[in-house]
């Protein structure tokens, strides 16, 4: 891959990170919570399931699949397995909340959807721009 391609997974991956561990941050203080609970595990577990989903969308990206769908849920799939086999293993250094699996499957997809999206926009206008 390309050291510009990198340097832009790198910097999307930084963005959300950031967003999210904000809008976590945010979330729990509306809810008097003024400590993360989980502590820095959450952090890193965060950090690492973003991961997860970063080389996923890079995947999708990559793929040589046609048509586009196709190619995202070649790349969802594993993903969303790896994803949930982290959180299973999380489980044995702590106790899961009871909406463990859940909260990743929303989350993880959610964010997965939205970069696909994007994508597939981005792509839309960069083949109107070529016409």
Partial sequence: MKQRKWFRVLSIYSIIYTAITLLNSVLYLCGGIYED???NWHELDRAIILLI???AFVLCTSLPIKPPLLRYVVAYIPSQLLAFAYVWFTGLREPLAKTAYRDIGVNFTGLFLLLCARNMI???FRKKGDK
């Fill in 53 to 55: 989903g970063a080389m």
């Fill in 122 to 124: 981005v792509c839309a």
């Fill in 37 to 39: 609970p989980s502590g």
